[in-house]
């Protein structure tokens, strides 16, 4: 039976007035590739930063492989790629390879000396996200699509249990999103990472994903994607909005 590695019970958030996250409760289990659907404002982004450690839930208990989340030291097993396109500096003077070394700081230390085989680990990361022949290119050279690789590359390289994309097709062109997917997938059955996706891309994903939450400030929906199919369009428009449309 696979381990439960992520747990949110009875969670709840707000800021100031506003309510955000009412009474989250889900499991994620090791190997699940689990997709987060909500519309906009639905508290996705505030989820995942309770997933992150960066804020503390108002009620409620969050575990991350059997540990409380405010005492949980190995964040090196989470690793987190944000809406790249929405933050990113283009000119940043950095190359695909610096790029990548430079996640290896959330496992050796910031101030530590890099390992004698960084360069080599930098190469086997890259080729697994297919840009092992970019490593000398100026990352602001590379497409949407390949600098999001790069970035999963980056956070693949301090070898994560635990894999969070927050809309990582963001500025990808049409062309090369399923290619990016199948890539995640790769990752998930290859290397038995656990992925947790939040995305509006439902029926591009839906053939690679294991698990669908519906969130909306709550959670409406969690379970099998092949439960989800069954789910009426009239019920999940109630639950999103009309935000999301339904995986055939």
């Not at 990361?125 to 022949?133: A, H, N, Q, R, Y």
């Not at 994560?160 to 500025?171: A, F, M, Q, R």
């Not at 890539?183 to 038995?192: F, P, V």
Request: aromatic residues 8%; glycine residues 8%.
């Amino acid at each position: 039976m696979s381990e439960t590695i992520i747990e949110m019970k009875n969670v709840s958030f707000q800021y100031e007035y506003t309510q955000v996250l009412n009474d989250i409760s889900f499991q994620v289990k090791e190997g699940d590739f689990l997709a987060i659907l909500g519309p906009n404002g639905s508290g996705k982004s505030t989820l995942l930063k309770l997933l992150l450690g960066i804020i503390k839930p108002m009620a409620g208990e969050i575990k991350l492989f059997g540990q409380p989340n405010d005492s949980f030291r190995e964040r090196e097993w989470i690793g987190y790629v944000s809406q790249k396109s929405n933050a990113f500096n283009s000119g940043f003077p950095a190359t695909v390879e610096e790029v990548v070394k430079s996640g290896l700081s959330k496992k050796v230390g910031l101030f530590k000396r890099m390992p004698k085989d960084a360069k080599e680990r930098v190469h086997q990361t890259l080729k697994s996200v297919g840009m092992e022949k970019f490593s000398d290119r100026n990352i602001g050279q590379l497409s949407g699509g390949q600098q999001q690789r790069v970035f999963i590359a980056r956070a693949l390289i301090s070898e994560p249990k635990v894999l969070i994309l927050d809309e990582p097709t963001v500025g990808i062109d049409h062309e090369n999103v399923q290619s990016f997917y199948d890539m995640l997938a790769t990752l998930n059955k290859e290397q038995n990472i656990t992925i947790i996706l939040v995305t509006h891309d439902v029926d591009t994903v839906s053939n690679r994903i294991s698990h669908v939450a519906c969130l909306n400030q709550t959670i409406h929906f969690h379970g099998y994607k092949e439960d989800f199919d069954s789910i009426s369009q009239e019920q999940l428009d109630k639950w999103q909005g009309h935000a999301v449309r339904k995986i055939h």
